[in-house]
């Protein structure tokens, strides 16, 4: 039976359903009677399914939070080099409107500048204001330059503060992903203890026939899907990693993004992006490369590689892995094609 994560769920309620399972597995192990010391592995991988289930929108949630943060980044060094030149233009004018205002009061024209010079402008209407007395024709030149320069100005400012709010944010997931790696590995070793050989085999130096059941890819369609087909095949056995791209470990969107890239397609570290930048196919027209999502609030890909299976990065403490695509706990929520 599948078992569907709720949507909407927080990060806070996320982490405390994984307590509680973690709490779960272990009572189960305490309390289980000598006759049967070790609990039903499949029980416990249940267990583990379900909590990882409810935690791996926080993992997206942090992919998501972490690529808008580096990318308003880069949008602010961009901004920055572009006022640079401005603030220098700018500068330059209003020197050269200084030196008019000194010629002009040498000439004795100083009805007017004797009141503007007897303080220094502070404000743009000040400076607008000197230009009017001094050269008209300098002061539009200049007041167009500044509305620029003001222009690209507020808009670092308002990336400058959008950035400090996602690196809150960024901060705060990075704690909470520390804390609920804890956990996981608490329960990778609740699973050990009830199947030490699957807990071997899902390790990353454990028996690659069981991340590669078949072979990979299964079928091939040609073009750019076979390219990100073989890609993705060529990373079977490589870790679990949270927040991943490569080249030393993947998350699930991680992995389809690298996957793609070889074959010439930006996809962003985010399942949801990754949704909105591919359009929809049906199960019938599956072709290798396409993508398949899970879940209601599709937290979850994988890349179809042929014949009914997948490849996929699962979960913490395990690797990239084929599967077939009805896993009992993995809800197919669509198919997508980059």
Same mark, same amino acid.
């Given at each position: 039976m599948a078992i569907h994560a709720p949507h909407h769920r927080s990060p806070r309620r996320a982490a405390r359903a994984l307590i509680a399972a973690v709490a779960a597995v272990a009572a189960a192990l305490a309390t289980a009677p000598p006759a049967h010391a070790d609990p039903d592995p499949a029980t416990v991988d249940a267990q583990i399914n379900?909590?990882?289930?409810?935690? *791996?929108?926080?993992? *997206?949630?942090?992919?998501?939070?972490?690529?808008?943060?580096?990318?308003?980044?880069?949008?602010? *060094?961009?901004?920055?080099q572009q006022?640079? $030149?401005?603030?220098?233009?700018?500068?330059?004018?209003?020197?050269r409107v200084s030196n008019l205002a000194v010629q002009a009061y040498k000439d004795g024209r100083t009805s007017?500048?004797?009141?503007?010079?007897? %303080?220094? $402008?502070?404000?743009?209407?000040?400076?607008?204001?000197?230009l009017d007395a001094v050269a008209h024709n300098k002061r539009t030149e200049l007041s167009g330059m500044v509305a620029v320069r003001d222009k690209y100005a507020a808009d670092k400012k308002a990336v400058d503060d959008l950035i400090a709010q996602q690196q809150r944010q960024d901060a705060d997931l990075s704690a909470k992903k520390a804390r609920i790696e804890a956990q996981i590995a608490d329960l990778?070793?609740? =699973?050990q203890q009830a199947s030490p050989a699957a807990a071997t085999a899902t390790a990353p130096d454990g028996d690659p026939a069981v991340a590669k059941p078949a072979g990979c890819p299964v079928e091939s369609a040609g %073009?750019? %899907?076979?390219?990100?087909?073989l890609r993705a095949c060529s990373l079977l056995g490589k870790p679990y990693v949270w927040a991943a791209a490569g080249p030393n470990g993947y998350d699930c969107s991680g992995l389809t993004l690298t996957?793609?890239?070889?074959? %010439?397609?930006?996809?962003?570290h985010y399942t949801n992006w990754q949704w909105n930048q591919t359009k929809p196919v049906s199960r019938a027209d599956l072709r290798t490369g396409d993508l398949i999502f899970f879940f209601r609030d599709r937290h979850h890909v994988g890349i179809y590689v042929g014949g009914g299976w997948m490849v996929h990065a699962p979960r913490p403490g395990d690797?990239? =892995?084929?599967?077939?695509?009805?896993s009992a706990y993995l809800p197919i929520a669509g198919y997508r094609r980059p």
């Open positions: 379900k909590a990882w289930n409810d935690l *791996e929108p926080l993992v *997206e949630q942090y992919n998501k939070v972490h690529s808008d943060l580096q990318a308003n980044q880069a949008k602010a *060094e961009q901004l920055q006022l640079q $030149p401005l603030q220098l233009e700018v500068d330059l004018a209003m020197a007017t500048l004797n009141v503007l010079l007897t %303080g220094s $402008p502070s404000t743009l209407a000040d400076q607008l204001a000197m990778q070793k609740l =699973r %073009g750019p %899907g076979d390219t990100a087909a996957a793609w890239a070889a074959a %010439g397609v930006s996809l962003q690797v990239v =892995r084929m599967a077939k695509l009805d």
